[in-house]
């Protein structure tokens, strides 16, 4: 492999192993961990806390149903200002009677109103509302699970990209020491001069790729302190250093067991319950439409003067009436027909979305512990291809040294070492990443 490959090479690497060029700077004695990037993202995070004012709500909406089976009472009071009260005795066309009224008036008095039965919709109400509260705190958990998921990618490549900082600011060592080597061969006459170019070009390169990892560090750090809502902070510090893993998934778990979790601690599969449950309440609120509603009622008013009932007085007085009320709709019973095969529908719909939304998530697990599996199995293979490497590299060197082996097959030992530790790293990644994902899958992130 010459130079201008292993060159294009490592910059293919940095970019595919790199989505989105996330990463961080350390810059504070206070690392964090991906627990503790989570623990921040759910206090500060932005959608997160607009997500929590919409689950409270959502709480608040149930507390409003529920007031909505008090009586209904009202106080009215009025002043008024009387026209003559014409009496026509003698039909519409002859001179009309007047009886002396007040010039001036006034009333007052209260009504009540309760309903007693309405097809049970203000209870029903009442458990929808609680539904929908039930739904909008999954939808926050859904989301809190998602941006958890995001916060690992985010985090992991920080993670990775550091590695590989470090990677090259160790190998640009290294080949700063080598290349004194390689011109102190070249001044005793041992080497070609070409050594010694060859050497120069590897460690600019190194130095180049360096350079451009600092400035996608500064991008990234960017990026997690948006995620944590920290605006244009300071630089992120973050662990990285540490070999200690997520839990691992037992090799001998089956991946329906994390069906099964997920089925009961899906936020994804939650909601399209809630949505089955809420369409059932539905079909119930419009088969209420045609039930009688029967309330009670009381109202009582003072006014002067009375010009409602006959005889006529210009004296204070006063009337009310406690009773029950009964209205049945009549037109609901034609109405209400397609209401309810629209409701059915909608019903329906919503079995089939839980149905799919079933079969996805089944899918999707499985894909996820698969993925974990692979990774798994990516991490030992490159681990084997670190020692392979570092075995040439460490008997082409010495060969380089004795003179029995060309520049170029140790500059290829070299860059195939380094690319098999970036390798490394990025299986590793993979394999804390699947892991995630897997949580995040069934619910339990």
Known sequence: ???????????????????????????????????????????????????????????????????????????????????????????????????????????????????????GKYNRNIQIKREESLRQQ????????????????????????????????????????????????????????????????????????????????????????????????????IVYHDSTMLAEISENGNYMDYVEIALSKSPAYKITLNDVNLANLNIKQVKANILPKVSLFSYYTYTYPQVSYYPYSNDFWSFGQTGLRVTFPLDNLYRNKHLHAKAKTESAQQTERVRIEQDELIVDIKEAYLQYQQASEAVKSAQENIEQNTESVRVIRNSYLSQESLLTDLLDAENTLLESKFALTSAIVNLRLSHVRLLAKTGIL
Request: proline letters at 1%.
């Open 138 to 237: 999954n939808e926050y958990d859904l989301q809190r699970n998602n941006m958890h998921y995001s916060a690992a990618i985010v985090f992991y490549d920080l993670y990775k990209f550091l590695q590989f900082r470090d990677f090259l600011s160790a190998e640009i060592t290294a080949e700063k020491k080598q290349l004194q080597t390689i011109e102190s061969f070249y001044r005793n006459g041992t080497v070609l001069k070409s050594d010694v170019l060859r050497s120069h070009v590897k460690l600019s390169q190194l130095e180049l790729s360096l350079s451009d990892l600092n400035k996608q560090i500064k991008v990234a750090s960017q990026r997690l302190n948006i995620l944590m809502a920290h605006g244009n902070g300071d630089s992120v510090a």
């Open 1 to 119: 492999m010459n130079n201008y490959t292993f060159m294009h090479t490592l910059l293919l690497a940095l970019l595919f192993l790199a989505p989105g060029n996330l990463s961080a700077q350390v810059s504070s004695s206070d690392s964090l961990t991906l627990e503790q990037v989570w623990n921040i993202v759910d206090s500060e995070n932005r959608q997160l806390k607009l997500s929590d004012l919409m689950r409270s709500e959502s709480v608040t909406n149930v507390e409003i149903a529920k007031s909505d089976r008090l009586p209904s009472l009202n106080v009215s009071g009025n002043v008024v200002h009387n026209t003559k009260f014409l009496i026509y005795t003698r039909g519409w066309f002859a001179t009309p009677d007047y009886f002396a009224v007040s010039k001036y008036g006034y009333g007052f008095g209260y009504s009540l109103s309760l309903n007693v039965y309405e097809g």
